[in-house]
């Protein structure tokens, strides 16, 4: 679950993840109370948030003085909840591509790379196998790896999957905005402008182009 706040100007100030409803909580009572009211939007792929979940979390929020604005999410339990609540609702429907959360937060190979942190400006990463980011990667890093590359962050760097010709290799991320994005042979720019969406999206090889889809995360 990630929670992204913006000021009034719809600039973004902060924005943090969280593995449960529990982590969410103390994260946000931790919080120090915002000098200026905040908009806050939620992106629940993954935990299912009941009304009762959803009033609790709206409350700690406005506590903070911070609206939870809107939310995204999968379970239609919660998108209802969320319109009783007059909460702006996306709903994403199960018709995206599905991958396992936990590949995001532990190793699974012998070759495979985990690192929790920023990558920064110059920084390089490279794995032999799966690379796992938690953190994300700021414009001037690069990262690359034999197989996929997972960022639990925002990737707005250089990413390299499949470097050694692997046509199945996958790049995903909870906000994908990179400079550029590499699959095997094929090369894709970032697009000029951010994107407005904040749901994880994974980019792939279909007919040997990088194509990008949302992805939902269970």
């Not at 000021?7 to 969410?24: A, G, H, K, T």
């Not at 946000?28 to 000098?35: F, W």
């Not at 990558?119 to 990463?125: A, E, H, L, V």
């Not at 794995?127 to 960022?151: M, R, T």
Request: net charge positive.
């Amino acid at each position: 679950m990630k929670i992204v706040l913006e000021n009034e100007e719809y600039l973004q100030i902060d924005s943090f993840l969280v593995r449960s409803f529990d982590d969410f909580k103390k994260t946000i009572l931790n919080k120090p109370l915002s000098s200026k009211p905040l908009r806050a939007s939620l992106f629940s792929f993954g935990i299912l948030l009941n009304c009762s979940r959803l009033k609790e979390l709206k409350s700690i929020l406005n506590s903070k003085n911070i609206n939870l604005n809107t939310i995204y999410t999968q379970a239609r339990e919660t998108a209802i909840c969320a319109k009783a609540l007059k909460i702006n609702t996306h709903y994403q429907q199960s018709s995206f591509i599905e991958l396992d959360q936990t590949k995001f937060f532990k190793k699974e190979g012998n070759d495979d790379l985990s690192h929790k942190g920023t990558i920064r400006s110059g920084d390089k990463i490279s794995s032999n196998g799966n690379l796992f980011i938690i953190g994300d990667v700021n414009p001037g890093a690069q990262i690359s790896a034999k197989k996929d590359i997972y960022v639990w962050g925002k990737l707005c760097g250089i990413a390299i999957a499949g470097k050694d010709g692997n046509d199945s290799a996958t790049i995903s991320s909870l906000y994908l905005n990179p400079l550029q994005i590499r699959i095997s042979n094929s090369v894709a720019i970032g697009p000029k402008e951010k994107p407005n969406n904040f749901y994880p999206e994974i980019a792939l090889l279909e007919s040997g182009e990088i194509v990008i889809k949302p992805f939902i995360i269970n």
